[in-house]
């Protein structure tokens, strides 16, 4: 094991060398060394992005000090975009740190395509204006540029994923393994076939794959039943209790594993609903040579299951079987009979991809094999997530679905509609409220702002209590590092998985009460 591979040993079993290199080529814009951004910045720095850039115009407080645990005493007066680049940077040597001593408003306005150069933006401590701003920048940019607001103030927490669209082949679903034992192909009945059912050896007996057991007495029952496998509960109980007939004693492990799997195998194998909807998706439908490697191969995979003849109407193979009891032999045969038939499956795929890309004007064999052999294997686990923007989030409101979020007792929406209140707040005080001395003459305005909300939505204005806005204002939007830390996790996680296309990210808004330790998502 090289060294590189020694040090992200771990990380590396969760998402892979795959992940592991997107990460590597990644360059992360943060806006605001914030308490929180930090966090978010220190949880992608250890397990190696490839480069980050911190844009802040401010110089550390005191109050920057006392809450951000990447800011020392020596860091008091200098640049907070500076400081933070550099003691953040000194966490992995394999990072490169940038910082610019800007505000991103400027920037942005000297340098319009400024934020093309990154794979993520991430913001903190900004005013709505600024996000929208941003958010809206990289929405529009060519290639959509994942965008992530944060926010923390007191003991709340907020977290909001704007894209387009997301598009995940590696899901990381509990089980891939696909044993078909309602369709099975040809070498596998043949395989199922070769084992003597009557043999005197107890060894042996004891030791039949329960694929085969399952596809054995499966067969029999189509004989009697039509061809159909089968459906009822209670049929479901009569195949079990006919495998359980053929055991010979109570040790027969392999006859208990075949009984346990009897529910799932009487499933039938067919596409699942939401691959149909990818298949029919505008995306899969219209292919055009700036169409995604996601699409093409959706294109092609669909085709795949189209042809009958070559597919039985079925998605492309795993390949994947689960532990058995088995002996060596007779296992990695069982083995080597699904690989092989996903390993066809593949090929006939990658003959269509070739055939599209080639209709696109596009480079035959342009798509890696590897690339198209992980899409055949989670072909039945793609997800695709299309987000909301910041303007369809404030223009046009789900006011059905906010009215049902916060008709639910002690529902932590609320907490959404006080963060929402109070940057209305800030755009009629250009400050926030809690931000004076006299920090409690800002409850009623703050309610009011509340109120005027959720007016606007037809709710009940008496769901948010006058002691609620009364903490908001309490917090003064003061940092709290544990607080900023818990969120730093949750926002580092959803970045890793948009930048690695592994894993399913939140859609699209996270919640976190600190005060009540309860938090929720929300799709807003």
Not at 297 to 320: I, Q, W, Y
Request: hydrophobic share 40%.
């Amino acid at each position: 094991m090289d060294a590189k591979t020694q040090k992200y040993d771990r990380q590396l079993r969760l998402w892979g060398s795959g992940g592991q290199q997107a990460l590597e080529s990644a360059h992360i814009l943060l806006v605001n060394a914030s308490a929180v951004g930090c966090e978010i910045l220190k949880n992608l720095v250890l397990p190696g992005i490839g480069q980050f850039t911190v844009i802040d115009q401010g110089t550390v407080t005191q109050s920057d000090i006392g809450s951000n645990f990447f800011l020392d005493a020596d860091s008091l007066g200098k640049s907070r975009a500076e400081r933070a680049a550099e003691l953040l940077g000194e966490l992995n040597e394999d990072v490169c740190g940038h910082w610019i001593a800007k505000d991103i408003l400027s920037l942005l306005t000297e340098n319009p395509s400024f934020l093309s150069q990154f794979s993520m933006v991430i913001a903190s401590d900004i005013t709505r204006q600024t996000a929208e701003k941003v958010s809206s920048l990289c929405w529009a940019n060519q290639h959509a540029i994942p965008f992530i607001w944060v926010k923390t103030i007191g003991l709340l927490g907020a977290a909001r994923v704007v894209l387009p669209e997301h598009v995940i082949v590696e899901t990381h679903p509990d089980n891939v393994a696909d044993i078909r034992i309602d369709s099975p192909f040809p070498e596998l009945s043949n395989y199922a076939k070769s084992f003597d059912f009557n043999t005197q050896d107890t060894l042996e007996f004891g030791h039949i794959p329960y694929v085969a057991i399952l596809l054995k007495y499966m067969d029999e029952w189509k004989q009697e039943h039509d061809g159909k496998i089968p459906g009822t509960y209670a049929e479901k109980n009569q195949l079990k209790a006919n495998i359980r007939s053929g055991m010979r004693s109570g040790d027969d492990e392999n006859f208990d594993e075949a009984i346990n799997s009897v529910l799932r195998s009487c499933q039938p194998t067919v596409v699942p609903s939401a691959i149909k909807a990818i298949f029919s998706d505008p995306k899969c439908e219209t292919l055009t040579a700036e169409s995604s490697n996601f699409w093409i191969l959706a294109r092609a995979v669909r085709d795949f299951v189209n042809d009958h003849e070559k597919s039985g109407g079925l998605l492309p193979l795993s390949g994947t079987i689960p532990d058995m009891k088995a002996q060596t032999d007779s296992y990695v045969t069982l083995q080597s009979i699904y690989k092989t038939k996903a390993k066809k499956d593949v090929q006939e795929v990658s003959k269509l991809v070739d055939t599209i890309l080639e209709s696109l004007g596009l480079a035959p064999g342009s798509i890696a094999s590897e690339e198209i052999e992980t899409f055949c294997k989670y072909s039945a686990f793609l997800k695709v997530i299309r987000y909301r923007s910041l303007e369809d989030e404030y223009t046009l409101p789900k006011t059905k679905q906010i009215a049902s979020w916060l008709s639910e007792e002690d529902s932590v929406f609320a907490q959404y509609v006080l963060l929402r209140a109070s940057d209305s707040f800030f755009d009629d005080h250009g400050r926030y409220p809690g931000e004076s001395d006299d920090w409690e003459e800002d409850v009623d305005h703050l309610h009011a702002n509340v109120a005027t909300l959720l007016q606007s939505w037809g709710v009940d204005t008496e769901v948010i209590s006058k002691d609620q806005t009364h903490e908001i204002c309490r917090f003064g939007r003061g940092a709290i590092h544990n607080i900023a830390s818990f969120m730093g996790g949750v926002a580092s996680q959803e970045v890793i998985k948009l930048i690695t296309h592994q894993y399913i990210p939140m859609d699209n808004t996270f919640i976190f009460d600190g005060a009540r330790s309860v938090s929720d998502v929300f799709a807003v």
